[in-house]
C-alpha cells in the first residue's frame, strides 16, 4: 500500500490473509510428517495399530483445517478491492474493539514465541536425521 492510498477494511483482509495462508501451509506439512511416518509402523504390533488409527483421524483433521484454511485466505484476499462501508465511530471506538485487536495481537505474538522456542528442538532433530540419512 502506498503512502497516499487509504487503508480500507478490504485492503486490511486481503494483507491479513496471509496468516491463515501460512498456518494452511504448516498444518499441510504437519499432515505430511504425520503421513510419512505413519509409513514406518509395522502394523503386526498392536501400540503401532493404535498409533496408525490415531494418525489416520489426525491426517483427515488437519488436511481438512488446512484446506479450510486456504480456502479463507483466498476469500480474505479476494476483498482487496471491496468498496469502504461506512463505520458508526462510537462503535469503532468501544473498549470491546481495541480488546479484540488486543488479543489478536497477544495470539500472534504468543504463537511467534511458541515457534521460537520449538526451532531449536526442530533443529537437532533435522541436523540428526541428516546425520543418518549419509
Known amino acids: 500500500m502506498s503512502a497516499t492510498e487509504p ?7 486481503a494483507e491479513n490473509s496471509v496468516l491463515p495462508a501460512k498456518l494452511g501451509e504448516l498444518i499441510s506439512a504437519m499432515a505430511e510428517n504425520l503421513d510419512v511416518h505413519q509409513k514406518a509402523l509395522d502394523l503386526t504390533d498392536e501400540n503401532s ?13 488437519l488436511r481438512q483445517i488446512a ?21 458508526d465511530q462510537e462503535a469503532m471506538t ?4 481495541g480488546h479484540a485487536f488486543q488479543k489478536f495481537v497477544q495470539n500472534k505474538r504468543e504463537l ?7 526451532e531449536e528442538r526442530d533443529r537437532k532433530l533435522l541436523e540428526m ?3 543418518n540419512q549419509r
Open 7 to 13: 487503508q480500507t477494511c478490504g485492503k486490511g483482509l
Open 49 to 61: 495399530r493404535v498409533e496408525n488409527e490415531a494418525y489416520e483421524k489426525l491426517l483427515k483433521d
Open 67 to 87: 484446506a479450510q484454511l486456504s480456502v479463507t485466505a483466498s476469500e480474505m484476499a479476494g476483498y482487496r478491492d471491496m468498496p469502504m462501508g461506512r463505520h
Open 94 to 97: 468501544h473498549s470491546r474493539v
Open 112 to 118: 511467534l514465541e511458541f515457534l521460537e522456542q520449538i
Open 129 to 131: 536425521m541428516s546425520v
